[in-house]
């Protein structure tokens, strides 16, 4: 219940193109869905994150769509470049408490 | 704003050996610290929550006697790894949260462990 399952593992997408990651989860407690980037050897970045009360975010090229009935939400990064290539991880929290992350994709941007 | 510092970035110790990693929070008061675990190609493994002035919250399966947790000020909060055998090589996070009523955690840039 307390899980939060991310796909895909891994995905390779031409530059300009709109990768999609996807996560899914259980417990309708979780109050907070931040999305984190990390490249080797570093730490991960915040990069957006949205409250269930709202569909959709959008912060430049990243776009959080959040489905509360489904209990899903999903990361579209537009118009990618070969510098977003890193690990992106999905997460969850209930009240501030700790995060509860998703497996990770590993994303490459071909030029 | 939101920086987390660690340090060291990297350190190598010999088994046996303690090892101290600390985290700061540069411009802002965390009442609240994180220590997490990753392994290569693995996700964040959550080891324990710090919050300032009381005892280290630790997950399952995570030995408090040999991750000794410290979070003697807002700023600070400090990882020991005890008695380090090779198989606690890893690269170790922190992570602050902003404010009581804030749910951001800003991540620090993590700290490589090795024992030899």
């Known amino acids: 219940q307390q899980q939060v399952k991310q796909s895909p593992q891994s995905l390779i997408v031409q530059k300009g193109g709109i990768p999609i990651i996807n996560c899914a989860y259980e417990?309708?407690?979780?109050?907070?869905f931040p999305w984190y980037q990390q490249f080797p050897g570093k730490g991960p970045a915040l990069l957006i994150a949205?409250?269930?009360?709202?569909s959709e975010k959008k912060e430049g090229r990243f776009t959080i769509s959040f489905n509360k009935s489904a209990k899903q939400f999903s990361l579209h990064i537009m118009d990618s470049q070969p510098g977003d290539s890193a690990t992106y991880f999905c997460a969850a929290s209930i009240d501030g408490g700790k995060l509860i992350f998703g497996q990770g994709t590993e994303l490459s941007v071909k030029p | 704003g939101a920086v987390v510092s660690q340090h060291p970035s990297r350190v190598i110790c010999k088994s046996g050996t303690s090892v101290k990693i600390e985290c700061r929070s540069l411009d802002f008061q965390a009442t609240t610290m994180f220590w997490y675990r990753q392994f290569p190609k693995q996700s964040l493994m959550l080891m324990a929550t710090s919050n300032e002035g009381s005892k280290a919250t630790y997950e399952q399966g995570v030995e408090k006697d040999k991750f000794l947790i410290n979070h003697a000020s807002l700023t600070l909060s400090t990882l020991t790894v005890t008695s380090a055998h090779p198989e606690d090589s890893s690269f170790y996070i922190c992570s602050a949260r902003t404010g009581l009523a804030g749910h951001e955690q800003y991540f620090g840039p993590g700290t490589r462990l090795t024992v030899t």
């Open positions: 949205i409250r269930p009360d709202v």
């Open positions: 417990n309708t407690a979780f109050d907070y």
